[in-house]
């Protein structure tokens, strides 16, 4: 078991399969030019595997898979087959414009549940948003991947001025559609130009709800990053991530494998460890899992807290998110 010096006990591994990505979304790549990882410094498919295989030997029970777009990785498909050998649950966070040439892979590897991203309704802000044309593809793939069975979570990131006056149009996709919409408070990540001014935050977000419709709380699971809510008679749900106004540290579970073999014991974490160069010259990764998890802080990397409003970003130490993998 993995577990840090406040007992949690860590079984839940994200793994980025790589940080280029067919999307700009602002708030997760820098704007100035920024270099994807050259392909040496990537974990291969097998050493990915064999990384994931030490990970399930010590109790690992989840595997996410992210990026990136990881559905951009051109051997992802065999990615997947490999995982989905390893008694864990398998998931994947995307933005849904490839999962159309993915959909009969990802029900083989045993896969259940899909997190798409999608921060608009309209087609000309996506555009403005993500710097890239796929709307249309998008939306049709979270249809398809409904219709074809899977349980589908919606992210949305919600920032001042820009999508939070949508957020009552998102909980209305709910009514009809098995959807489960989460809204993620915004950010702060190297480059992604974040100002606590941006953040909407969960106590906003609720209220708006309950002013447009009666809002039943749904109960907490173990490990759950959601506060969740339904409208009664709504199909599908719809969810806060408060990372930013109240953080779901307590119980964390979770670590993050970088694509490049790094291991990250919190996603606001300074620190990573190496994991990937030790494999490839036939080490033992095993204590050096177990002592980047021992060096955990108790929250938010140890970097921040919740009194969002006197974060000054430029003083964060960390990578930009389309380089951690979310
Ligand atoms: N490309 C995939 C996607 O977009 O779903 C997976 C990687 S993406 C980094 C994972 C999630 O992180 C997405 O839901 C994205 O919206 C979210 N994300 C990225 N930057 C963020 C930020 N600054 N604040 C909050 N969420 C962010
Ligand atoms: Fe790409 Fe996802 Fe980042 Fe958007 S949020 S740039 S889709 S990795």
Avoid at 85 to 92: I, R, W
Wanted: aromatic fraction near 8%; glycine fraction near 6%; include cysteine.
């Amino acid at each position: 078991m993995i577990i840090d010096k406040f007992n949690r006990i860590h079984n839940y591994l994200r793994i980025s399969l790589t940080d280029n990505c067919n999307l700009r979304c602002k708030y997760c790549m820098p704007e100035e030019d920024y270099a994807f990882m050259p392909k040496s410094q990537l974990m291969s498919a097998e050493e990915l595997e064999q990384i994931a295989s030490v990970f399930v030997s010590m109790g690992v029970e989840k595997i996410r898979l992210t990026g990136g777009e990881p559905l951009v990785r051109k051997d992802a498909g065999d990615i997947i087959g490999r995982l989905s050998k390893f008694p864990v649950k398998l998931t994947l966070t995307t933005n849904g414009t490839r999962l159309h040439e993915f959909t009969n892979l990802l029900q083989d590897a045993g896969v259940q549940s899909l997190n798409i991203s999608l921060d608009t309704l309209d087609a000309d802000k996506f555009m403005m948003l993500t710097r890239r044309d796929h709307f249309s593809r998008t939306m049709d793939n979270i249809h398809l991947m409904i219709e074809r069975g899977f349980h589908v979570k919606l992210n949305m990131v919600v920032m001042k001025g820009i999508n939070d006056n949508e957020i009552i149009d998102f909980i209305a996709l709910t009514k009809n559609l098995p959807l489960h919409v989460r809204f993620i408070e915004f950010m702060p990540f190297t480059g992604n130009q974040w100002d606590s001014d941006k953040v909407i935050t969960w106590q906003q977000i609720v209220s708006l709800a309950q002013e447009h419709y009666d809002v039943l709380p749904l109960e907490r699971e173990k490990h759950d990053t959601a506060k969740k809510y339904i409208v009664p008679g709504h199909a599908g749900t719809f969810a806060v991530i408060s990372t930013m106004s109240s953080h779901f540290c307590g119980d964390c579970n979770r670590m993050r494998l970088t694509a490049d073999g790094k291991l990250k014991n919190c996603l606001f974490s300074q620190s990573e460890v190496d994991l990937l160069s030790p494999l490839r010259h036939g080490l033992d990764i095993k204590q050096l899992i177990q002592d980047c998890i021992a060096q955990k802080y108790k929250s938010l990397g140890g970097q921040f807290t919740n009194d969002f409003e006197r974060i000054d970003a430029t003083h964060l130490q960390n990578r930009s998110m389309i380089a951690i993998g979310g």
